[in-house]
């Protein structure tokens, strides 16, 4: 049994959160990893800005006001850069960011990581290209997002859902392009289909109160849009995401440059539900074009596939197989034991 620590410094939130509130990617991430690290045998504690300590599916929960251990077996900052040099005794230094690299290219993050020299674990291809090969770093390892089991248990349809697709992401990641998209080319096709809008600034805890003026707009220009198909939402937990994604055809999600590694489509590719996106940041890895959806950069060959999809009952069928087939076949669980490998 390894002793394994990880330290994040961004919002509030600690394991008993996804079941009460949404959860963004980076925050599910932690918290599944390190349910995932307790169930390989480990010993796990988490220090974050939790409010208090608490211990949940085995992980110890701390607030990171308090002192870190100097020593582990592996130690995981993640994301913030300030917890680089925590732990300063740790056997094995893991350096864990979500979303491309470049803003890593100035001299205060970069003296740290080359006194540190951490392994950098990068969760998709394409965040891996935005790190120079002359950057330091102990290793650089690519592990992508794993998917929580309850994604990954649903038997074949047999009851094909309805006309309805659904966005699950920040509304500041090209919801306005979708919803025009939506209003001007699918729409008229489609009479009886909706787009249910799940998203807000609820998902992103404090930080997304800051943003909620600029996501406001975009909110308000969904909701007036009812009459083109358009159903606002509220973001939910997980464990409602599994019922809204069994009524559901298909997720559609431009993509966006700066994307984490985008745990809702791979959750709802596991889910067999396909996806329409574009050739955008790292969310085509998520996707096998013309098997489990469609990477389409045209936006009218991407509107023509969102009707496609809502209204030919075969071709969803063979997609919706697709994804059983081919998108459920790496868990948590699979993840945690790369991030193992790096201690043995």
Not at 132 to 157: H, N, Q, T
Not at 265 to 290: M, S, T, W
């Amino acid at each position: 049994m390894a002793k394994i620590i990880l330290a994040d410094n961004g919002i509030s939130f600690d394991g008993k959160s996804a079941l009460l509130s949404p959860m963004g990617g980076a925050e599910k991430a932690l918290v599944s990893l390190s349910e995932s690290l307790v169930d390989l045998g480990h010993e796990v504690l988490v220090f974050n800005n939790c409010l208090k300590n608490i211990v949940y599916k085995g992980v110890n929960w701390i607030p990171i006001s308090k002192n870190l251990p100097d020593s582990a077996d592996l130690y995981i900052a993640n994301r913030g850069d300030k917890l680089i040099n925590l732990v300063p005794k740790a056997k094995h230094r893991v350096f864990w960011i979500h979303n491309p690299a470049s803003y890593l290219m100035k001299w205060r993050y970069l003296h740290k990581l080359w006194r540190r020299r951490p392994c950098i674990v990068f969760s998709s291809n394409y965040h891996a290209q935005t790190y120079p090969s002359w950057a330091p770093a102990g290793e650089k390892l690519i592990i992508p997002y794993g998917v929580d089991k309850i994604f990954r248990e649903r038997k074949m349809v047999s009851n094909l859902p309805g006309p309805k697709a659904v966005f699950t992401s920040n509304p500041l990641r090209s919801l306005d392009w979708l919803l025009d998209l939506w209003s001007k080319f699918v729409f008229s096709r489609a009479p009886n289909a909706e787009l249910h809008v799940f998203s807000g600034s609820a998902t992103y805890g404090e930080y997304g109160k800051t943003k909620e003026t600029i996501m406001k707009p975009i909110l308000e220009k969904a909701n007036a849009l009812a009459d083109k198909g358009i159903v606002l939402r509220e973001p939910v937990p997980s464990q409602d995401l599994v019922s809204e994604l069994s009524a559901s055809r298909i997720i559609v999600y431009r993509g966006d440059s700066n994307e984490t590694f985008c745990s809702s489509l791979g959750e709802a590719q596991a889910f067999g539900v396909p996806a329409i996106v574009q050739d955008l940041g790292c969310v085509a890895e998520r996707v096998i074009d013309n098997k489990t959806g469609y990477i389409l950069d045209n936006e009218k060959e991407f509107a023509d596939a969102i009707v496609r999809l809502l209204e030919n009952d075969s071709l969803w069928k063979e997609m919706h197989l697709n994804c059983l087939k081919y998108q459920r076949n790496w868990g948590w669980r699979d993840a945690a034991k790369k991030f193992e490998s790096i201690i043995n």
